[in-house]
C-alpha cells in the first residue's frame, strides 16, 4: 500500500536557520505530493505541491523538488522565521483516473523557531 | 470566501454515548473527505463522497460509524456507542478537483 516517511521530531532551528525536512514515500505508479502545515490551534492548510516527477513546489519561501528516481520530496526554506513554527505533513494521493484521491499523511514533524 | 466549517469544535462524551459531528464544505466542492488525527500522528482516511454518494470507507471505519452526506452539501458522522479509543481529531477537507482538498478546523472528541 501507499505510505509516506518523514524525519522525526520535533526540529528546533534558530531564526535565519536552513530548513530541511526529509520525506520519502512508497506508492505504485505516479502519486501527487504535497506539504501541508498545521499551526497552532488551526486546521491543516496546504503549504505546496508537485504532481509529476522533477516538478518544484514552491510557497511563502518553501521548496520542495518531485524525485521520482529517490522516492522523496524533502521541504526546504532558506531562512526560517518564528512563525515558521508548526507540524509539518508530508502526504500522497495515488495516481488515479477515478477514486477518491484520498490523502495519505506521515506522522508530521514540529517544527520551532526560536528568536 | 468561506472556508470549510466544522461543528462542533469540541465535544465530551461518556463512554457508551453516541455523537454526531457535522461537515459543511466549500460552496459547490463536490467531494468531500474524514480523516481521524490521533495525538501525534497524521490523518488518517476514513471515508469520502461524491456530491452525496459515499464512495470509499476505510477498513478504519468501523460499524459504529456511519457518515452521510445528503443532497451533496453538508456531512455528518456519526459515531455509535463511542469508545475511548476514539477520542480523536475529526477533519472534514473538501475538493473541487483531485489534488486540493481544503481542510476544516476539525471536531476534537474526548471520550470519557
Known amino acids: 500500500g501507499n505510505s509516506v516517511t518523514q524525519m522525526e521530531g520535533p526540529v528546533t532551528l534558530s531564526e535565519e536557520a536552513f530548513l530541511t525536512i526529509n520525506c520519502t514515500y512508497t506508492?505504485?505508479?505516479?502519486?501527487?505530493l504535497f506539504w501541508y502545515v498545521q499551526y497552532p490551534g488551526e486546521g491543516l492548510q496546504l503549504l505546496l505541491k508537485?504532481?509529476?516527477?522533477?516538478d518544484k513546489g514552491s510557497n511563502k519561501g518553501f521548496e520542495a523538488t518531485y524525485r521520482k528516481e529517490t522516492t522523496s520530496f524533502h521541504l526546504e526554506k532558506g531562512s526560517v522565521q518564528v512563525s515558521d513554527s508548526a507540524v509539518y505533513f508530508c502526504?500522497?494521493?495515488?495516481?488515479?483516473?477515478?477514486?477518491?484521491?484520498?490523502?495519505?499523511f506521515g506522522k508530521g514533524t514540529k517544527l520551532s523557531v526560536i528568536p | 470566501d468561506t472556508g470549510v466549517s466544522q461543528d462542533p469544535r469540541h465535544k465530551i462524551t461518556k463512554r457508551g454515548q453516541n455523537v454526531t459531528f457535522r461537515c459543511d464544505p466549500i460552496?459547490?466542492?463536490?467531494?468531500l473527505y474524514w480523516y481521524r488525527q490521533t495525538l501525534g500522528q497524521g490523518p488518517e482516511f476514513l471515508t469520502y463522497?461524491?456530491?452525496?454518494?459515499?464512495?470509499?470507507k476505510s477498513r478504519l471505519l468501523s460499524d459504529r460509524f456511519s457518515a452521510e452526506r445528503p443532497k451533496g452539501s453538508f456531512s455528518t458522522l456519526e459515531i455509535q456507542r463511542t469508545e475511548q479509543g476514539d477520542s480523536a481529531m475529526y477533519l472534514c477537507?473538501?475538493?473541487?478537483?483531485?489534488?486540493?482538498?481544503?481542510f476544516g478546523p476539525g471536531t476534537r472528541l474526548t471520550v470519557l
Open positions: 477537507a473538501s475538493s473541487p478537483e483531485p489534488d486540493t482538498q481544503y
Open positions: 506508492a505504485t505508479g505516479y502519486p501527487s
Open positions: 502526504a500522497l494521493t495515488p495516481y488515479s483516473g477515478a477514486g477518491s484521491y484520498q490523502l495519505t
Open positions: 508537485a504532481t509529476k516527477a522533477d
Open positions: 463522497f461524491q456530491n452525496e454518494a459515499q464512495l470509499e
Open positions: 460552496s459547490e466542492h463536490n467531494r
